[in-house]
């Protein structure tokens, strides 16, 4: 059964997340304008809750509105916003992490053979934050920072792209 359109108005949020995540599944343009159109009044906690349900049929369309949350207040929305993002493998933040790890790519020939390298970047670009790229590590992070700056563009590009 359908649900009551006024939960999206005064439902919990868990009633929400129900409500988008019905939505999603039968009019996924609907259920994305109406996000779009409440997470300025929402608070972290339920634009990250509610986020989550745009992997639901998750398509190009969406690119548009899950970019603009790269630059949301939350560090987790930002996180789901770029995870989400990694997963379409034609969109503009894909396409800006094979152009961070292409420079590092190299293609060596060793004496009969070709041996693909790839070394980490020498430095944390300065336009990477507002794509959830973190500089710095947690300090239970075994890898260095260059490693771990490529690990995380490594990890955004669906093996497909």
Known sequence: DPPDPQ?????????RRHFIAWTRRRDPAQARTLLSAAMGEMDAR???????TMRMGLSA???????SLLRDRSKDVRQIA????AMLPDSRYVQRMIERLAPGLKNERKL???KLTLEPPEQFG????PDALEESRAQSEPL???AWWLYQIARAIPPCA
């Open 7 to 15: 939960i999206w108005e005064t439902g919990t949020l868990e009633q």
């Open 46 to 52: 339920e634009r990250a809750r509610l986020l989550e």
């Open 61 to 67: 369309d969406d690119e548009d509105v899950i970019e």
């Open 82 to 85: 770029a995870d989400l993002l």
């Open 112 to 114: 009969l053979r070709r």
């Open 126 to 129: 300065a336009d990477w934050k």
């Open 144 to 146: 260095g920072d260059r």
